[in-house]
C-alpha cells in the first residue's frame, strides 16, 4: 500500500502517490487522466538507462503506450535550448490539448518539463514522476516550473501544477549517495522551517533512511510533502507564507551562482548550507539562541553533508561578490533582500529587515574558515 497526500487546490486539486513500486504500476494511476491511451516522457539519460524500461512496461501493462525524448543530466539543461527542444519535441509528436505530458527525472527535468507543459498550445497537463529525492520532497510538489538564465536560477518560469505525481521511493536506491544527501538538505529544511518534532525525528532516523531503509524513506518523503502541500494551498503563488519553503535559499542560491551551478555544489547541498547560514545569521542578530545553528550543523555533519563553505572546493569570490549574487535572488522585493530567518528549530519567519552589515559579518566569518 502506498501513502498518498492529497494538494486540495481549489483551481485543480491532485494528489501525491508515495511509495515503492509505483513506476510498475504507473498505468494505473495515469489511465484515468487520459482521453487517448498514449502519453509523451521526457527524462534525462541517466534515470532512462535505469527505468525507462520499468516504466514503460508500467504504462503498458493499462495499454498506455509511449514516446521519449531524453536529455543531458545535470543543472546545464535547465535552459533555454532545451526548453525549445522540448518544446518542438513535444509538437514534433502532435501532443494535443487534451494529452498528458509525463516529466520523468529529478528537479532539473520537472522544471523544465513542466515550463515546457505550462507553454505548448497555452497549457497541456502533465505528471510528475520525481525520481531525486529532492524531487519528491519539494520540487515535483506545488507547480513552480522554470528554467535558468545567465541572470540566475529560476528567473523564467510559471506556476503550472502537474495533475498528479508519482513518488516511487524504491527508485531513490539506485541514486548516487551524495545526491541523495542532496536531497535530503529539503528534507531538514522542512523541519527546521515549521516542525521542530520533524526535526527531532530525523536526528533519530536520518542514519536509516541513509542506510536505506524504505519504510523511514517512505515517511520521510510523505511528511515532507504534506507539509509542502498544506503551505502550497494556503498560499499557492507564493504572496507570503510560501517563501518560508525558501530557507536556506537566498545563502544556496549565491552559492550556486559563485560555483557557475556546477558539480561543485548540487541545488541540495547549497540549501543544507544556505540552512545552517540562515540559522547562524538569525542567532548573531538575537532572533535564536546559538544552540539551534549548532544543533543544525551537528546534524547536517552526522549525516556526512556539506556544512560549511569550507566544504565547497575551490575558489569562492568574496563577501561583497556573494550578497551582490544575493541581489538576483527572486525574494528581492522593491531592492530589499528578503530572508528567512529563525525564532528556534520549527520557527521560521520571512523578514526584509536584516541589516547587508551583518549578513556580511556571516559570509565574512564563514569566509574566514575556509
Ligand atoms: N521549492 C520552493 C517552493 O516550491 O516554493
Not at 527525472?105 to 514522476?129: K, T
Not at 527572486?330 to 541589516?355: C, H, M, N, P, Y
Amino acid at each position: 500500500m502506498n501513502e498518498r497526500v492529497h494538494v486540495a487546490l481549489p483551481g485543480g486539486a491532485y494528489d501525491v502517490e508515495i511509495g515503492p513500486g509505483l513506476l510498475a504500476k504507473s498505468g494505473s494511476f495515469v489511465a484515468p487522466l487520459l482521453h487517448r491511451p498514449r502519453v509523451v516522457v521526457i527524462s534525462d539519460e541517466n534515470v532512462a538507462a535505469l527505468h525507462l524500461e520499468t516504466l514503460r512496461a508500467g504504462l503498458a501493462s493499462e495499454g498506455i503506450s509511449m514516446e521519449a525524448l531524453c536529455l543531458p543530466p545535470g543543472e546545464g539543461t535547465k535552459c533555454w535550448a532545451e526548453l525549445t527542444r522540448c518544446v518542438e519535441w513535444l509538437l514534433d509528436q502532435q501532443v494535443e490539448r487534451g494529452d498528458v505530458v509525463v516529466a520523468f527525472g529529478g528537479g532539473v527535468i520537472g522544471d523544465l518539463v513542466g515550463f515546457a507543459a505550462s507553454v505548448l498550445r497555452r497549457g497541456v497537463r502533465f505528471v510528475q514522476i520525481p525520481t531525486s529525492l529532492l524531487a519528491q520532497v519539494d520540487s515535483s510538489v506545488g507547480g513552480k516550473t522554470g528554467i535558468n538564465t545567465h541572470h540566475g536560477k529560476n528567473l523564467v518560469g510559471a506556476f503550472h501544477q502537474p495533475s498528479l505525481v508519482l513518488a516511487d521511493t524504491a527508485v531513490l536506491g539506485t541514486l548516487e549517495p551524495r545526491d541523495f544527501l542532496a536531497g535530503y538538505g529539503e528534507v531538514v529544511k522542512y523541519g527546521l522551517l515549521g516542525d521542530a518534532a520533524f526535526f527531532d525525528w530525523l536526528e533519530q532516523k536520518g542514519p536509516a533512511l541513509a542506510d536505506g531503509n524504505g519504510a523511514v524513506r517512505v515517511e520521510a518523503v510523505r511528511r515532507s510533502v504534506q507539509m509542502k502541500a498544506d503551505i502550497v494551498v494556503r498560499d499557492e503563488t507564493e504572496q507570503g507564507e510560501r517563501a518560508l519553503l525558501n530557507l536556506g535559499h537566498t545563502f544556496g542560491h549565491a552559492l550556486e551562482a559563485a560555483t557557475g551551478y556546477s558539480n561543485r555544489l548540487l541545488h541540495g547541498e547549497g540549501v543544507a548550507i544556505g540552512c545552517a547560514m540562515a540559522f547562524e545569521l538569525s542567532s548573531r542578530i538575537g532572533l535564536c539562541s546559538q544552540e539551534a545553528p549548532s544543533r543544525v550543523r551537528a546534524h547536517l555533519r552526522t549525516m556526512g553533508m556539506k556544512v560549511d563553505l569550507a566544504d565547497i572546493e575551490g575558489d569562492l569570490p568574496d563577501a561583497d561578490a556573494l550578497l551582490g549574487l544575493m541581489g538576483q535572488d527572486k525574494k528581492v522585493v522593491e531592492g530589499q533582500l528578503r530572508f528567512i530567518l529563525a525564532r528556534d528549530i520549527g520557527e521560521a519567519f520571512v523578514t526584509g529587515d536584516v541589516s547587508k552589515t551583518d549578513v556580511l559579518a556571516v559570509l565574512k566569518d564563514a569566509l574566514a574558515q575556509r
